[in-house]
Nanobody, 131 residues
Framework: ELQLVESGGGLVQPGGSLRLSCVAS????????ISWVRQAPGKGLELVSA????????YYADSVKGRFTISRDDAKNTLYLQLNSLKAEDAAMYYC????????????????????????WGQGTQVTVSS
C-alpha cells in the first residue's frame, strides 16, 4: 500500500526556517519524481516544488523561489523541503505528492496538479508563521 508520511511542520516566526520530511513506502521511490503541495486555509492547492528522478532537476513555484529547497534521499525513501525566510503567506498544510507517471518528467507536467494521485496523499504537516 502506497504511503506518504509528512513531518517537520510547526510554529515559526516570520523570517524563520523549518525542514519538512516525507517518508514514502509502497512504491519504488527512486523511480518517481516527487513534489510538495500546500493548501492554505480557504485557498486552493498550490504546487510548491518538485524534484525529478535521475538528475534530480527541480521545480519551484515563483512564490517560493530562492527561499525553499527541495531534496531527496532515495536510500531512505525520503523527500525533504527546507523552508527559509518564511512569510505569513507560507502558512499552510504541506503535503508530499506522487505523480501518476514514473520516470523523468517535464516541469510542465510536474506543475500540473491533475497529474497527481490525490488518493495517495498523507495527512500533511502544518506550517504556521506568526509572530
Amino acid at each position: 500500500e502506497l504511503q506518504l508520511v509528512e513531518s517537520g511542520g510547526g510554529l515559526v516566526q516570520p523570517g524563520g526556517s523549518l525542514r519538512l520530511s516525507c517518508v514514502a513506502s509502497g512504491f519504488t521511490f527512486s523511480s518517481y519524481a516527487i513534489s510538495w503541495v500546500r493548501q492554505a486555509p480557504g485557498k486552493g492547492l498550490e504546487l510548491v516544488s518538485a524534484i525529478n528522478v535521475g538528475d534530480s532537476t527541480t521545480y519551484y513555484a515563483d512564490s517560493v523561489k530562492g527561499r525553499f529547497t527541495i531534496s531527496r534521499d532515495d536510500a531512505k525513501n525520503t523527500l525533504y523541503l527546507q523552508l527559509n525566510s518564511l512569510k505569513a503567506e507560507d502558512a499552510a498544510m504541506y503535503y508530499c505528492a506522487k505523480p501518476r507517471d514514473g520516470g523523468w518528467l517535464h516541469s510542465a507536467y510536474l506543475s500540473t496538479l491533475r497529474n497527481y494521485d490525490t488518493n495517495s496523499w498523507g495527512q500533511g504537516t502544518q506550517v504556521t508563521v506568526s509572530s
